[in-house]
């Protein structure tokens, strides 16, 4: 089992930055990737950005540019930072964990962002 503790979320104004971390612990998958989706009211779960342990990194065609995943080398931990944000990045972000074979993915519980003049 591998829990996802995730941080970071709140309210900011359009133009802003935010930072999202998320640490997993337990018995994390050797090859594996970490990163965010994220919710909107009334709208499908999308993926945000993932990276994988390996280094490769992968974005939504609606935050390239704006936002950048991270990871510590060696730490299972991701960061998303967050810039230029929109009101269209209002939405619940889940942290993922997920076995590069497919084979499990977990999710955090979820923190809220909202931009909003």
């Known amino acids: 089992q591998v829990e996802l503790a995730e941080s970071g979320g709140g309210s900011v104004q359009p133009g802003g930055s935010l930072t999202l971390s998320c640490s997993a612990s337990g018995s994390i998958p050797g090859f594996n990737g970490m990163g965010w989706y994220r919710q909107a009211p009334g709208k499908e779960r999308e993926m945000v950005a993932t990276r994988t342990n390996g280094g490769w990194s992968n974005y939504g065609d609606s935050v390239k540019g704006r936002f950048t995943i991270s990871r510590e080398s060696g730490w299972n931990v991701v960061y998303l930072q967050m810039n230029s944000l929109i009101p269209e990045d209002t939405a619940v972000y889940y942290c993922?964990?997920?076995?590069?074979?497919?084979?499990?993915?977990?999710w955090g519980q979820g923190t809220q962002v909202t931009v909003s003049s």
């Open positions: 993922t964990l997920y076995a590069l074979d497919g084979s499990t993915h977990y």
